[in-house]
């Protein structure tokens, strides 16, 4: 399907279902983060969602792992002097 095409028949079907103003390339950058925070191995990522090489994917969704990263540090709290 070409991809201008997808894009209205989603939007058709978003504005049908009621949804607020979400692109369909928004829900894929959506479910990459949702992987990546789950812990889903980046090569698996990465071959999800096409991306060419493992690099990009680490560095596009590398904010999705903030909140582990804070977490792992907060753990740290009163072992250091």
Do not use: C, W
Request: glycine fraction near 8%; hydrophobic fraction near 45%.
């Amino acid at each position: 399907m070409e991809p201008t095409n997808l894009g209205r028949s989603f939007a058709r079907l978003r504005e049908t279902a009621g949804l607020p103003g979400v692109r369909l390339h928004d829900l894929r950058h959506t479910v990459v983060s949702l992987l990546m925070e789950l812990g889903v191995p980046p090569h698996v990522v990465q071959a999800i969602a096409r991306h060419a090489d493992v690099k990009i994917t680490l560095k596009v969704y590398a904010h999705a792992n903030l909140d582990a990263m804070r977490q792992a540090l907060g753990k740290l709290d009163g072992r250091l002097p």
